[in-house]
């Protein structure tokens, strides 16, 4: 499906929908795993590194396995921080059912055009799109942010303009909105904790009444993996994540309807493999240490259900979901014709 019908639900519903970065069949079987173990509507996400990585098609095939294997789980597909229209145009012919758009590096003026221009494209094939507005810090891939100190010394400068916000949703036609509030991508977040600005997303909400808004950088980046990390020769210093009990207010009380999480994933993953290689060395099947890997995220997202309170509502949006008759995207129309 769509993210529209689990939208709908989750900005007044207080929830949101956790959108997971997908690289490998281990991390996409972890997510759904506990998606289905928790009765929640899960968003995979695949960034361009991710397509370039495992090659789209792999994904693709991993992605419909889920789909067969877990019919009751509602699942939408969508592209992590697209930077072109001829990729979002691939995404659109890969069955994707949501894009986002990020011109959040560019001028104002050129943000609003590149993600209009999307949005015409995509809605036309039934595809929903996310842009984005403001500057977040860190690094993901390619995506390079604003450096950690300079980031906290001007957030204010560098927040989503609620004013600016209502003018780009209006002159753009997006179904959602990336939002800068506080959060920061990768491992290395902040040098201090991190803090929600809870009045500049109320603000956001008032001058975008509707509007579900996302939240990238969201990763908490738990000590027990890092430690777990460290003990086992590696060599994390300085992370920050943000405190989970900020995500959770802000998918209970506000409209803020998707949670981005990358970085966690891949501390539980390589936490774990670190683990088994040094406890024990002899040890070169890969299955003996990929499978406490997928564990980990199976643990660690069933937990991250609970925070986002998606848990239990997969149903709910099912039900919604039928209801509201909303036509699948081109792609999925065409294979069940063929
Ligand atoms: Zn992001």
Redesign the pocket.
């Known amino acids: 499906m769509t993210t529209k019908p689990m939208f709908d639900l989750a900005y007044e519903g207080g929830f949101g929908v956790g959108a997971f970065n997908v690289n490998n069949m281990e991390i996409t079987q972890g997510i759904i795993e506990a998606c289905a173990a928790e009765d929640s509507p899960c968003i995979l996400q695949i960034s361009k590194g991710a397509r370039a990585y495992a090659n789209i098609l792999f994904l693709r095939k991993i992605i419909d396995a889920c789909v067969e294997q877990y019919p009751d789980v509602p699942i939408a597909i969508h592209c992590?921080?697209g930077d072109t229209v001829d990729l979002i145009r691939d995404c659109i012919n890969d069955g994707y059912t949501s894009v986002m758009i990020?011109g959040s590096h560019h001028s104002f003026d050129e943000n609003v055009s590149l993600s209009k221009e999307v949005v015409d494209l995509a809605h036309a094939h039934g595809v929903l799109v996310e842009a984005e507005l403001g500057m977040?810090g860190g690094i993901?891939e390619d995506?390079v942010g604003l450096d950690a100190e300079e980031y906290e010394k001007n957030i204010e400068k560098f927040l989503t303009d609620p004013e600016g916000a209502r003018v780009f949703h209006d002159r753009t036609g997006i179904d959602s909105l990336?939002v800068a509030i506080g959060t920061s991508?990768g491992a290395h977040k902040f040098k201090h904790e991190a803090k929600l600005a809870f009045d500049r997303i109320e603000r956001i909400m008032k001058t975008c009444p509707g509007l579900p808004l996302v939240m990238?950088?969201s990763s908490s980046v738990p000590r027990q993996f890092v430690d777990l990390i460290n003990q086992h020769g590696g060599n994390l210093s300085g992370t920050m994540g943000v405190p989970e009990d900020q995500i959770a207010r802000a998918v209970r009380t506000y409209g803020v309807c998707k949670v981005?999480i990358d970085t966690d994933l891949r501390l539980a993953l390589t936490a774990k493999i670190r683990e088994v290689f040094s406890t024990n060395p002899e040890e070169f099947d890969p299955r003996k240490y990929l499978g406490p890997a997928r564990d980990a995220i199976v643990e660690m997202v069933r937990g991250k259900l609970h925070m986002l309170n998606s848990a239990g509502k997969a149903d709910v949006v099912i039900t919604h979901w039928k209801k509201m008759g909303e036509p699948m995207p081109d792609y999925y129309r065409a294979t069940a014709g063929a």
């Open positions: 992590d921080h990020d977040l993901e995506v990336a991508h990238h950088g981005n």
